[in-house]
């Protein structure tokens, strides 16, 4: 009996509550949420995040320069991050032009420019 009082407590709570911009803000909340100062959070968060990409790409592209190469394993290790997160930072500092890619598959190194 408890649950089913539980989810029509928790319905009630989402229909009765405001659509603010694509969320719906329940109505014992509404007080607690100020869309402008949820826009200011997010842009903040998006700064700080492109912030941290600038200086790890920086910090691989010292590593490069002073050890003559760099390669994906050594890029995830450097930050404990994932594969693919080492190879987007691996890409874009090749279209950016400050590494070249060499060779192909688990064999490949990016040397600085």
Same mark, same amino acid.
């Given at each position: 009996?408890?649950?089913?009082?539980?989810?029509?407590?928790?319905?009630?709570?989402? %229909?009765? $509550?405001? =659509?603010? #911009?694509?969320? +719906?803000?329940?109505?014992?909340?509404?007080?607690?949420?100020?869309?402008?100062?949820?826009?200011?959070? #997010?842009?903040? #968060?998006?700064?700080?995040?492109?912030? @941290?990409?600038?200086?790890?790409?920086?910090?691989?592209?010292?590593?490069?320069?002073?050890?003559? @190469? =760099? +390669?994906?394993?050594? +890029?995830?290790?450097? %930050?404990?991050? $994932?594969?693919? +997160?080492? @190879?987007?930072?691996l890409h874009e500092l090749v279209a950016e032009g400050s590494l070249l890619k060499e060779g192909e598959g688990g064999d490949t190194t990016y040397v600085p420019v």
């Open positions: 009996m408890s649950i089913l009082l539980a989810l029509v407590l928790i319905a009630a709570a989402f %229909f009765l $509550g405001r =659509v603010v #911009g694509k969320r +719906t803000v329940p109505a014992a909340c509404e007080h607690l949420f100020d869309p402008e100062e949820a826009r200011d959070a #997010g842009e903040k #968060g998006r700064q700080v995040i492109q912030e @941290r990409i600038v200086r790890r790409k920086e910090r691989i592209l010292e590593r490069a320069r002073r050890e003559g @190469r =760099v +390669t994906l394993h050594d +890029t995830a290790d450097l %930050f404990c991050i $994932g594969e693919s +997160t080492a @190879r987007n930072y």
